[in-house]
């Protein structure tokens, strides 16, 4: 079986035969019932792994879970009311980061996510959508999305805020080039829209993009604070694994190989005016338009391609029908060759990328100075 293909392929192009029987969750009428529907669709996905490409896999697995936070989003509305606090008083949009708002989620991928809301006044907005944002993350724990360690979720104030806040907020951040406000730019340039008012999502995505178009500064801090990455090939050329403690003799995907390619296209994408959230839809932009003269795209693409089905195999185990993983490709994995090589090619890709972002940066550095 090929789970790789040889040219670029838009990822809006394929047909989703999996969505058709899996569309329809208006019976489902509780967070425990939701959970076993998601245990049902993780099977059946589950069984389709092996007949599937990994860009059929990644849409497939990805539409699973927005409809499920979909439902999450209908039964917390539901919830709301029978609380006794009524319909929500004014509009929202209910949006994710990181590998959701990239579409990019594996079976076990946790929470990330926020909330815009509507300018318009009303005198319970802010009662109601604090204990709607707590509710919603309940929920969504409760079908089995861990909540963000790092609490980038709707319960929390800096993630729900009303257009005209959420404006502000983002004026604050790119006006601080230190590395905290800089990240929390770098998380939301990966917003996607789930639920909600879509015209309040497609206007903070405006806002967002018309801020950062154009600025060289926050460009080169967006550079800095992405640059770094974990080590993973020697001076041999050699692929680096873990040295000690549970996992030694694996390899980190996740932070040695998916993430650095995830920064990487995001950046480009950044210095190219590309608005796309998805890294695959923002590689593709960039080859399609031919935004940048950097020869590696293409070959990125397919690297991020192995990324994608490489995370997939790391190690996992079953809590109560869900899946948890480590991150990290078993020392079995990398004996199979073809594999191994596989992973030594896209890691050389990965380390010419950082260099060309790393002279980037050393070249914003000497104009700064």
Not at 208 to 224: P, Q, Y
Request: proline residues 3%; aromatic residues 8%.
């Amino acid at each position: 079986m090929q789970k790789r293909g040889n040219s670029v392929k838009p990822t809006d192009s394929y047909p989703n035969p999996f969505i058709a029987s899996n569309e329809d969750l208006s019976k489902i009428d509780s967070p425990e019932a939701l959970r076993a529907k998601r245990v049902e669709m993780q099977k059946q996905l589950r069984s389709q792994y092996s007949e599937l490409q990994v860009l059929d896999w990644n849409r497939d697995v990805n539409v699973m879970h927005d409809v499920l936070m979909k439902r999450a989003v209908e039964l917390c509305e539901r919830e709301m009311e029978e609380a006794g606090y009524g319909p929500p008083p004014v509009s929202y949009a209910f949006v994710v980061f990181g590998s959701a708002g990239r579409q990019e989620q594996t079976l076990w991928s946790d929470q990330d996510n926020g909330l815009i809301l509507s300018d318009e006044e009303h005198q319970n907005k802010d009662l109601y959508f604090a204990e709607f944002g707590r509710r919603l993350t309940d929920i969504l724990e409760q079908t089995g999305y861990e909540k963000c360690e790092g609490k980038v979720m709707c319960s929390e104030s800096r993630w729900r805020q009303t257009s005209s806040e959420w404006r502000t907020q983002l004026e604050e951040w790119r006006s601080d080039l230190s590395w905290e406000p800089v990240r929390y730019l770098i998380i939301a340039s990966d917003l996607r829209h789930i639920a909600g008012n879509v015209k309040l999502s497609e206007q903070w995505r405006k806002d967002f993009h018309d801020g950062i178009r154009g600025n060289v500064s926050l460009h080169a801090a967006i550079l800095r604070n992405t640059v770094r990455h974990k080590k993973t090939l020697n001076v041999l050329g050699q692929v680096v694994t873990e040295r000690f403690g549970d996992h030694a003799g694996d390899f980190d995907v996740k932070y040695g190989m998916y993430i650095p390619l995830v920064n990487a296209a995001r950046c480009f994408a950044i210095q190219h005016n590309i608005e796309e959230s998805s890294t695959l839809k923002r590689l593709e932009r960039l080859i399609q338009f031919e935004a940048t003269s950097l020869p590696l795209l293409e070959p990125t693409y397919e690297a991020f391609l192995t990324a994608l089905r490489l995370r997939d195999m790391t190690y996992s185990t079953e809590q109560n029908g869900l899946l948890e993983s480590t991150g990290y490709l078993l020392s079995e994995e990398l004996k199979k060759k073809e594999q191994f090589y596989e992973l030594r090619d896209a890691l050389v890709l990965v380390r010419k990328l950082h260099r060309v972002l790393a002279r980037q940066l050393r070249f914003a550095e000497r104009r700064r100075a």
